[in-house]
Every structure is written in C-alpha cells, then in structure tokens.
C-alpha cells in the first residue's frame, strides 16, 4: 500500500510499504498509531453504518492524536497533491495476460496486441485498437486475433498500411513443434485472412521469437531462430503481402545459417527489400557480434554470404536495436560496455568508423533508438549497477555524420533514487523523444515514469520525470508508441489486480490523458479459447 505523506503545502510524497528515512517525526507517528489505526479499520460483522459510528458514538474514542493526523494524511491528501494516474484497462478478464506490443493507428490511436493465457494453461492471442479520444474501438477486452485451442505465444505487429494491423506470432497448433503464423486484422477489427492465420514457415522442429517489419505497401518481413538444421538456431525470413500469400520459400529462405547461435535482433526495411540484424554467437568460443544482413525483393542476399560485422572491438556485444536511418541505410546501437552505434549505408558501408561510436563513457544497458529521419539517432538507456538498484536513465542525440550532439556523455533522463529499468522511447513533437521507464523511487514493484526531451537536450516536462502509473502492483513489460498528435501511448503489464493489460496516453505537454468516459465500440469476440 502506498501513503501520502504531506511535506509542503500542495506536495506529497509517496511512500511504499514504509516511510522514507527523511519523514523524520511522521515515521515516529505511524509506529506509534498501528494499534489505534488497527483498531479503527478491524472488521465487524455488522451494518456498514455501525462499523463506521462505533469509534465516534456514545464513547469518547481511544485513537491518539497521531492516529488521526495519519488518517487525514492518508483519506484527505494536502490540497494541490496530484491524485493517482488511473490508467486505461485494455484487458481484464479474470485470465492473466501478458507481453503487451502497440503501434500507432495513423489517425491519433494506436492497436496493442498481447497473449492471454486462460485457466488451462493455453496461450491465446487477442488485439484492441484505441482511437485518439481513447474509446475500445474492438469491444470490451479485445478480439481474438487467432480462434484456434492451440497454444500461441509471443505476438509482434506492425501496421499494414490501411489503419489496421500485421500480427505475428509462434503457435504450436500441431502439437508437435512451434511453427510462425500471421494475421491481417482491419480497422474495425475483422480478420482479413484466413481465420485460423497464415503459415509463416511450418518447417521441421521449431521456428521461434518472431520479429516483423512493414512493408510499406500492405505487406511484411518476417525474421525467426530456427532450428530445423542448428539446435542452436539459425536465422531465416519470409516476406508476405497484403493479401496474405508468402514471397518467398515456403518455409522461408535463411539469413545466416553459419556455427553457433544467430538470436534474431530486430528487421529494418531498406528499399524493396530489408536489413536483418542479429547477435551471432559465432560457435568458436568468440565473444557474441552484431551482424547484418540486407536482401532484395526475391530474398537474395545483398552484403555477402555471412552478412556483415557491425564492429571490429575485442567486447563481447549485446541486445542491438535498430531502426532505419531515412537514407536508405539503418543505425544500430548496442551495449558493450558502454553503449556504442554502428550506421551502415545502403551498401553496407560503415559510416561511423570500424568500432562505432561510443555513446557514454560509463557501462550501459538496454537501449533504445529513434530516427531523426535524417541518418542520426536519438538512443536512451539505463545505467549499469553492480545490485541494479541505482541504475539512471540516459540519452544521446547522435548527428548523420556519428558526432554526439549531447556531449561526450549524454544527458541524464532521470538521476532518481532507486533503480529506473525497462526503458523505451517514442518520437516526440518537433523533434527530440519521449522517454518512459520502470521506476523504483516509491514503490519497489515499480511505477511508471517520462520525460520528453527536445532536439537540444533539454528535458520539457518536470525534473527526473512525470508519473505514468502509480498503481499499487507491478507494471512491467512496458511499451510505446508515438501517438501522431505530439504525445504518445504506452502499454504494459499490470498487478493491480492480477495480471492484466494496461495504457496511457501522455500529452505533448506532459500530462496523463484522463479516461473518464472510456466505452467499447461493439462487443468482444473471444471465441475459441476457452
């Protein structure tokens, strides 16, 4: 449970569990009011009237003085305090769901997809698309993105083109091993193809982790881990188009299929065809690399049978992300020690030296990368910490020629106490980003937090960030969007009563969207998982 505590006139300060050491006197008043506390809020089988009249009617009551100011603290908060965030339920049917994804709508909404998981045990896949005043455009909780009992996990999804949307995920409908399927699922939320989905690959033993890319015209890029030849897993694509027919091999072509593990990273789509990039364990006993790889419309391999190598430095690399860079090429970035950033033309050139540049001096992990647009970036992440409970977040705009714009080290997001994790960011209005992370600063389950940065490195809204989500429980498994209207939207995971799916729209000026009024359009349709 959280207590706010009055420290000033119109603040508060949120406390989880216990106060913070700074109360002082306030924490000397809550260990001394438990038992009156305790006594007031005891249940009684009675009418709620009496329950209530009992400590006050026809006896002088036995609670302390610092009982009541402890009440008043928590019922009647200082005038002026900003009240909890109460975020907009996107699924809460009694099943727990999880691994939310969300895209933009192209008219100010967006589309979130996530998997259920329903008293069997067996994963399910649903979708909802909000509109820009933040109505359930697809019934209460959602549409069933495939009907099929059959397990399906881990969806993925880009939009097609139309307002509607591209999902992806693994399903393991033949009982024997995980293949990758697809849907096309409309702006009114009808299935555009067939309804139990579109085999991806089907091939022998598993093919999982599923990662997509649009097209631009209706269609997608597809890439997986694969192991129907590598235990280890190797990495294969498929393209498919608006109409729901593959481009390429049936059970799609391989991007590398070299020794050791390739654990697919992200697809960037690069003219007619697109770029795959990926870790790639190189089964040597060598540290992890970052590889790429581009291919044309038909599939066929542009840089070489291997791919390339993003770097050439003596750190092991991890977790890249990626994202075009508006002139045909992409930017990677990656932790490796610190947080360093490759830009590959569209010939696959390095364009900012053999080793990439380095984005912080000091350790750095799970970044996150905007494209100007123009061939620079703008990437966040959190800080490194030996207990992870004093990690910071932190951001650096990168020119198209690699020069740092934000100074050698970047910016800091967020400098709070406790440890700020799970970072994502969103292209922001006129430039720069909006930036949200999990945050342990009140809560050690974790609230939610942004901050919008402008193209100079200035941070708009207030100092280490505004609330997203002050909800008693975890939220985590967080994810955003741009909103298309300056703001953005985010989804994620949510305890607060189970495990359900949560969003919130954040305006160009730092404040949460309200909710008030919030109706589904027409009724859900979960039919087929039970």
């Not at 049936?250 to 697919?264: C, D, F, K, N, R």
């Not at 994810?479 to 495990?499: E, F, N, P, Q, Y």
């Amino acid at each position: 449970m959280s207590v706010a505590f009055p420290d000033a006139p119109g603040h508060c300060s949120m406390v989880a569990g216990r106060p913070r050491e700074s109360a002082g006197s306030r924490l000397d008043i809550l260990r001394s009011t438990t038992r009156g506390v305790r006594r007031l809020l005891r249940p009684r089988v009675r009418p709620l009237r009496d329950e209530w009249r009992a400590p006050f009617h026809g006896r002088r009551s036995a609670l302390p003085v610092g009982a009541w100011l402890l009440l008043v603290a928590t019922f009647c908060p200082a005038a002026g305090s900003a009240a909890p965030v109460p975020n907009l339920p996107i699924c809460t049917t009694p099943l727990s769901q999880d691994l939310p994804q969300i895209i933009p709508d192209g008219s100010g909404g967006v589309i979130i997809t996530w998997q259920t998981t329903t008293t069997s045990g067996v994963k399910g896949i649903f979708a909802q698309r909000i509109d820009r005043e933040d109505h359930a455009a697809w019934g209460e909780n959602g549409v069933a993105v495939c009907p099929l009992p059959a397990d399906q996990q881990r969806p993925m999804l880009v939009p097609d083109s139309s307002g509607g949307a591209i999902v992806v995920w693994q399903d393991y409908r033949s009982g024997n091993d995980w293949d990758v399927f697809a849907q096309r699922i409309d702006r009114s939320g009808t299935l555009r193809w067939p309804r139990a989905g579109v085999p991806i690959s089907s091939a022998a033993s598993d093919q999982l982790g599923p990662e997509v890319a649009s097209d631009g015209h209706g269609g997608a890029l597809v890439a997986w881990r694969d192991l129907r030849e590598d235990p280890s897993s190797d990495l294969y694509a498929q393209a498919i188009d608006g109409t729901g027919q593959v481009r390429w091999s049936t059970s799609g072509i391989p991007i590398s299929a070299g020794p050791g593990a390739q654990l697919v990273s992200q697809v960037v789509m690069s003219g007619a065809g697109g770029v795959f990039v990926w870790r790639d364990s190189l089964g040597d006993g060598a540290y992890a690399r970052i590889h790429a790889q581009r291919v044309d419309a038909m599939g066929n391999p542009l840089w070489g049978p291997g791919g390339l190598l993003l770097d050439d430095g003596a750190a092991p690399d991890a977790h890249p992300v990626s994202v075009a860079d508006g002139r045909g090429g992409l930017v990677v970035a990656w932790e490796s020690g610190p947080i360093h950033a490759q830009r590959l033309d569209v010939s696959g050139r390095r364009l900012w030296g053999d080793d990439g540049i380095v984005l912080s001096t000091a350790d750095g992990s799970a970044p996150s990368v905007l494209s100007d647009g123009d061939g620079g970036v703008t990437v966040a992440w959190q800080t490194r910490s030996f207990d992870d409970e004093a990690s910071d977040i932190r951001a650096q705009s990168v020119r198209a020629s690699g020069t740092p714009r934000w100074g050698p080290d970047g910016i800091a997001v967020c400098e709070a106490s406790g440890a700020q994790t799970e970072v994502v960011a969103a292209q922001a209005a006129a430039g720069g980003a909006i930036v949200m992370w999990r945050d342990a600063r009140s809560d050690p389950f974790g609230d939610l937090c942004a901050q919008r940065v402008d193209s100079s490195g200035t941070a708009l809204w207030k100092a280490d960030g505004i609330v997203v989500s002050d909800a008693p429980g975890f939220q985590s498994a967080l994810t955003i969007c741009s909103d298309g209207l300056g703001g953005a939207v985010a989804a994620w995971t949510d305890g607060r009563a189970g495990r359900h799916i949560y969003a919130q729209r954040v305006s160009p000026q730092g404040r949460p969207v309200g909710h008030e009024g919030t109706r589904p359009a027409k009724p859900p349709d979960h039919r087929g998982l039970r």
